[in-house]
């Protein structure tokens, strides 16, 4: 069973990949897309998601792109997934069993989730990141000591 949906996925992938690779100057959402092998003009919905929602900025230019409107212990998982979650909602209405009794487990179950996702922030996911490589490169030695 997968709990959260590619495109919240994608939103904690975007804005983690910001946050390893930003370093003094945004990020374009072709290299974001590039880095990933994913479709730019979907990851470029999910990015202007999340810049509506205040997660990411966008720096406009030549050498523009995204960059975090906030420090990674500002941003917290949950409300990543949340934006996303929110650019993908349906519009469509429930069937009438669905909404009545389904709907309200599987919403109290996801606001659960959602709650604990709350407590992880990007800091937590950058320092993950960084410590299997991603991101940041410590400098290399030909010396052992």
Do not use: N
């Amino acid at each position: 069973m997968k709990l959260l949906p590619r495109p919240a996925k994608f939103a904690l992938m975007a804005t983690l990949d910001v946050a390893l690779h930003a370093r003094g100057r945004p990020v374009s959402s072709k290299e974001l897309a590039a880095r990933h092998d994913l479709p730019p003009r979907r990851l470029e919905t999910l990015l202007q998601a999340l810049v509506r929602a205040g997660v990411l900025k966008s720096v406009r230019g030549p050498a523009g792109g995204y960059e975090l409107a906030r420090e990674r212990r500002r941003l917290c998982v949950g409300e990543i997934v949340r934006v996303a979650l929110r650019a993908e909602e349906e519009s469509e209405p429930a069937p009438a069993l669905l909404a009545a009794v389904l709907e309200p487990l599987i919403y109290e179950t996801e606001e659960a989730a959602l709650a604990r996702l709350d407590d992880i922030t990007l800091e937590d996911l950058y320092a993950r990141a960084v410590a299997q490589g991603f991101g940041e490169k410590q400098p290399t030695s030909d010396f052992e000591i």
